[in-house]
């Protein structure tokens, strides 16, 4: 699962050569597949293996538990605080700003078909390859927000609608 203290697989220690109690592979979720060929159940050569994946458990300050979620708001904070990512401390994050953005990703919403869903949801691969500052961009798009930097603290925007609370009226626009 990639937990900072996993041990070694009993499986690929007994089975590759060299592979020790030492190779514990911390803090990487993996998958050991081990296949026989056989050319009648595999004519077409190796087959590709796929796995559905939950990501990484995020940090939720409303409930202040770390579980699995895929609320964008949640999963941005976790990359702001990540040593993949941009390794904030977790007082430079304002978590007024997340809870209210993770509300709104919250927010059922009805779907055209029937049913509902989340508002925002984030369910794909950061890409460590890439910049944290594209990373976070492509992170935001998934809550059609913002994030900004004020006072020493990041603060995210989930994009919803606000309900006016003033009319400015057209005299004052003349």
């Not at 081990?34 to 409303?62: H, Q, T, W």
């Amino acid at each position: 699962l990639g937990t900072a203290a996993q041990l070694a697989s009993d499986t690929m220690v007994a089975e590759i050569p060299n592979w020790t109690a030492n190779h514990r592979l911390r803090g990487i979720a993996y998958l050991y597949v081990r296949m026989m060929y056989d050319a009648e159940v595999f004519p077409l050569g190796i087959p590709n293996v796929s796995a559905v994946v939950k990501g990484k458990k995020v940090y939720d300050p409303r409930t202040t538990l770390t579980a699995w979620s895929d609320n964008a708001a949640l999963c941005i904070r976790d990359y702001l605080t990540s040593s993949y990512g941009f390794v904030c401390d977790t007082t430079e994050v304002n978590d007024t700003y997340v809870t209210a953005a993770a509300n709104v990703c919250d927010e059922s919403v009805s779907l055209a078909g029937g049913g509902t869903q989340a508002r925002y949801t984030c369910n794909g691969v950061v890409d460590t390859a890439a910049t944290p500052l594209d990373n976070l961009g492509g992170l935001v798009t998934s809550l059609a927000g913002a994030i900004t930097y004020v006072q020493g603290k990041f603060r995210l925007h989930a994009g919803a609608y606000d309900t006016p609370v003033l009319e400015i009226p057209a005299s004052l626009l003349a």
